[in-house]
């Protein structure tokens, strides 16, 4: 394959987000999933005072823990296999970690967030859900399906909610940070040069 680089690209101006003074590339770098994260907050309708679960904390999951801490949220547990990943999200506010072998029915959040794309991601999201919770499904499965036992989805009464890309979440994405309400450099573990 030939690769090249170049020095200008054309693209829309109403696609074109400027940075703030003072943003590093780097955090602007992170304002994508970031954007995300708040997409699938805004598709989980929490409400000051509710409870979240974050099933899968890679970088959106992490991003997803701050987020819902600003927006309110009380409790936030996270459900991830790594230990690492369920570390740094203890650090950025998740009180809950409960043990990823045993998916507990009992964390009964009010708003689920699956970031993983695993069917078993899938149920246990909808298990730590409460009955009438919102599940947001923002996982990408390999081979593009997913599956889940209906009967618990059904006798939760869930609400679904699928997440894809972003939505228009790129200004607020640049407040959050320019205002030091989500750090996004927690997420970044290391920095390559272009070579």
């Known amino acids: ?42 598709l989980g309708h929490l409400r000051i005072g509710s409870t979240v679960a974050v099933v899968g904390v890679g970088p959106i999951g992490l991003l997803l823990v701050q987020a819902a801490r600003r927006a309110g949220a009380t409790s936030v547990a996270v459900v991830e296999p ?41 149920e246990i999201a909808m298990r730590a859900a ?32 699928l997440v894809r890309r972003m939505n228009e979440a790129y200004p607020r994405a640049i407040r959050l940070v320019e205002h030091g309400l989500i750090d996004v450099s927690s997420i970044v573990s290391h920095r390559f040069p272009i070579e």
């Open 130 to 161: 409460r009955p009438g919770a919102r599940v947001v499904l923002g996982g990408i499965p390999d081979g593009d399906r997913t599956s889940f036992p209906a009967s618990l989805a059904r006798r939760k009464g869930l609400t679904l909610a």
């Open 1 to 42: 394959m030939l690769f090249r680089s170049q020095q200008f690209l054309s693209w829309p101006s109403w696609a074109l987000h400027p940075l703030p003074d003072g943003m590093s590339a780097t955090d602007g770098a992170m304002l994508e999933p970031l954007g995300v994260a708040l997409h699938a907050l805004d």
């Open 82 to 122: 790594l230990v690492h990943r369920r570390d740094a999200a203890k650090r950025l506010g998740a009180d809950v970690v409960p043990d990823v072998e045993e998916p507990s029915d009992d964390i009964g959040a009010d708003a689920v967030f699956e970031i993983a794309g695993t069917d078993a991601a899938v």
